[in-house]
């Protein structure tokens, strides 16, 4: 799934999650997917365009669950499934967007098998179309997968990530440069749960720099402040 443009309805839903996600991180306060993305329809009638922007907002559709290890009620986890199994990835979708897939399945696995009628995520994909990429590639391609840089967890993307963490720095100073914002982002994101990160990329600050910079995007924002909990140790 991909965002277009920033006046569709789908936008709209997705910066509104966005917002509201931002909003429970910076909080600390429980946060209610079933609640937040009910519209005038309910989602229990099966509201399209929610679980839409449910899937493009991936696997950090759950995040401050999941950073702060609070259980999910019921509703929300149903909200997730449904998205989860309402727009499974065609056979020739993008390996980011089967790994998405892959994510979100993964942590429905993790939080609640029963909702998701089966004991497991199913295979990992390969990675292979990232092992060898050049380090603008790797970024690019890392940033749109954020939501699998979360701690503990181990995947092949995330292994790639872990052996070429100059690499991905590299790709965060040229993201900054070049005032991509949500690309920026999304690799400070990796690069909090990387050794060997050159200590002269002075990390903290280029965050603090990127939140401030892509502060009216709450894409940008989000990455920033899961990055940000993550560097401080809230537990994952």
Known sequence: MEE????????????????????????????RLAGTMTGPDGLAAGNGLALAAVRVVGADAVLPG?????????????????????????????????????????????????????????????????EDAPWQVLTHQLAVLAPLAVPGVDCAVARVARARPVDVARGFVRAVRRRDWLQAAGAGRWLVLLDGVPQTLGLETGLEFVAQMGSEDPRVVLQVEAAQLMRAGVPG
């Open 4 to 31: 277009s443009g920033t006046t569709t309805p789908l936008a709209g839903a997705v910066h509104g999650l966005t917002s509201e996600l931002v909003s429970a991180l910076r909080s600390g306060g429980r946060f």
């Open 66 to 130: 999941i950073l702060r290890r609070t259980p999910l009620e019921p509703d929300d986890l149903a909200v997730f499934s449904k998205a989860v199994h309402a727009y499974p990835p065609p056979a020739d979708a993008s390996p980011t967007s089967v790994w998405s897939h892959w994510a979100m399945r993964r942590t429905l696995a993790g939080l609640n098998t029963s909702l998701d009628g089966a004991p497991d995520h199913g295979t990992e994909p390969r990675a292979a179309w990232l």
